[in-house]
Each structure stands twice: as structure tokens, then as C-alpha cells.
């Protein structure tokens, strides 16, 4: 497996083959690493360069999304603004995640991540929630895990509405950041 940091040409290569894995498996997980190739406009021995079995692209996965994350928590601005205002931001980035975030939850070979280990993306919200608790955008009595975990949870449910209910994105995640307005409200 491909263990050096990749720079340049082999950085971005590396990623457009993570990105083009999670389309690709997350319409159809039994598409082929040939599937993979095309969809990432590489051949299939480049993508064995960089992942010489499947489980080591699947296992990268996982790594990748975490590094997603924490992209979009930058992209969210955390210091603009109320901390209620930034924290629809994060939901707003989170969600555009929601198709590479359903595939590896589903599946359980992109677990090799440690998803319960806390990440800088981790404490930036935890931060972010106690700036809202001393402003009072955001209700005291939540504790920055708990507004954490149910930020997750609407986003996995606007992502599942979408999904089964052929909602359009725009209308679930409008729903969803209605709820989470609601959620956090001082005085709930």
C-alpha cells in the first residue's frame, strides 16, 4: 500500500481516485476496481500503484472522509459570525458530505478508522458550541457532545429522507437546518 504522504500530481491522482471510489461504491458497492479507474479517469494499474488490493482502497476511504471533514469545518468559517450562525455553516459543508459519509458508515470495510477517536474537526465544534453557550445562541444546557451527536443525527436523517423519500437535497437540508435551529435555541 501507497503509505507516503503524496505530494502534487500524486496527491491529487490519490484523490480523484478516493473521491471516484466513493461515487462509484456508494451506487454500487460491488463495481469493480475497472468501474473505479473510469469513473477517476485512471487505468486500473494506477489505481493498484496507489491501493494493490481493494481492502487497502476501502481502508483509505475512511481516512479520506475524516480528512473531508475537517476541510469542510475550515470551509465553515467557526469564527464568522454567532455560533449558531457558524454552526448551520458546519451542517450546511457536513451535508455535501452525505453520500461519502452513508458509504462508509454502511460499510463496514472502511471502519479501520477509528471514528470514536476525537479529531481537531471534533474539538473546532466543541469550541464552537461553548462560544454559543457564552453568547447565548446556543443553549447552555447542551452539552457540546450531545449538540455534536445530534448535529450527526439530523444529518443522517435528511440524507436518509433524501434518499428513500426522493426528497430533493435543497429540501432536506432546508429541514434540517430548521431542526437544528430549533434544537439549540436558548430556552429549547
Not at 479517469?41 to 482502497?57: A, K, M, Q, W
Not at 458530505?97 to 470514536?116: C, I, K, M, R, Y
Request: glycine share 6%; net charge negative.
Amino acid at each position: 500500500m501507497d503509505t507516503a504522504a503524496p505530494t502534487g500530481t500524486r496527491a491529487r491522482t490519490r484523490r480523484a481516485i478516493l473521491d471516484a471510489a466513493v461515487s462509484v461504491l456508494a451506487k454500487n458497492p460491488a463495481a469493480s476496481l475497472a468501474d473505479i479507474a473510469a469513473a477517476a479517469g485512471v487505468g486500473r494499474t494506477t489505481i493498484h500503484r496507489y491501493f494493490p488490493e481493494r481492502s487497502d482502497l476501502l481502508a483509505a476511504i475512511g481516512a479520506h472522509l475524516l480528512e473531508l471533514i475537517d476541510v469542510a469545518t475550515t470551509r465553515a468559517r467557526l469564527d464568522d459570525g454567532t455560533a449558531a450562525e457558524a454552526l448551520e455553516r458546519v451542517c450546511q459543508e457536513y451535508f455535501e458530505l452525505g453520500e461519502a459519509l452513508q458509504f462508509a458508515f454502511e460499510n463496514p470495510q472502511t471502519q479501520s478508522v477509528d471514528w470514536e477517536t476525537e479529531t481537531d474537526a471534533d474539538r473546532a465544534l466543541a469550541r464552537l458550541v461553548e462560544r454559543g453557550h457564552a453568547e447565548g445562541t446556543i443553549d447552555p444546557d447542551l452539552p457540546p457532545a450531545w449538540v455534536a451527536e445530534a448535529l450527526w443525527a439530523l444529518l443522517y436523517t435528511a440524507w436518509q429522507h433524501t434518499r428513500h423519500n426522493d426528497v430533493p437535497k435543497h429540501a432536506s437540508l432546508t429541514l434540517c437546518l430548521r431542526t437544528l435551529r430549533k434544537v439549540i435555541a436558548p430556552g429549547g
